[in-house]
């Protein structure tokens, strides 16, 4: 049985696969918009991204559970402008923010191609660490916890009026 050597036909497309993939992989780089992440005091935060063209219509923010999502979505304008150069992104993206647990969106702006998202984090009562006081001495505490578990009340002294 003869075989036959297909690889020579392959060479006039190599490269095009990785063209594509280049041409997607820009469209959603995990870089654009840019953005920072400033941390104002212990328990608040700030996401500012550079959003220059969108309109607080065309961005879209949602938080579920820890995953906060901004999705900016340009609609194609043709008001006849003819641009010599475009420098000024329009392209759709999408960026997702995972989150600390107890942090929640506070609020949300768009001023001057700046979008500013602020994060609180609010930790339960019962999950923040307290303080516990040692007691010296005797062991009338420990008495008194044990007597509320049997189901006794403790020993008081009544004074007579």
Do not use: C
């Not at 995953?67 to 340009?74: A, E």
């Not at 402008?81 to 600390?100: D, Y």
């Not at 700046?114 to 040692?134: C, F, H, M, N, T």
């Amino acid at each position: 049985m003869r075989t036959f050597d297909i690889s020579p036909l392959y060479r006039s497309t190599v490269g095009f696969d990785r063209l594509f993939d280049l041409l997607d992989n820009n469209a959603a780089r995990p870089d654009w918009p840019p953005y920072d992440i400033e941390k104002k005091t212990e328990n608040e935060y700030r996401i500012s991204m550079a959003v220059a063209g969108f309109g607080s219509d065309d961005i879209e923010l949602t938080q579920h559970g820890t995953t906060l999502t901004v999705v900016g979505r340009k609609q194609a304008q043709e008001d006849g402008r003819q641009l010599l150069h475009q420098g000024i992104a329009g392209r759709n993206f999408k960026q997702v923010f995972n989150l600390a647990d107890h942090v929640k969106v506070a609020s949300a702006n768009l001023e001057n191609g700046l979008l500013s998202v602020d994060l609180v984090r609010e930790v339960p009562e019962q999950l923040k660490p307290r303080r516990i006081e040692i007691a010296s001495g005797g062991t009338s505490n420990v008495q008194d916890i044990r007597s509320r578990q049997i189901g006794q009340e403790p020993e008081r002294q009544t004074k007579a009026a």
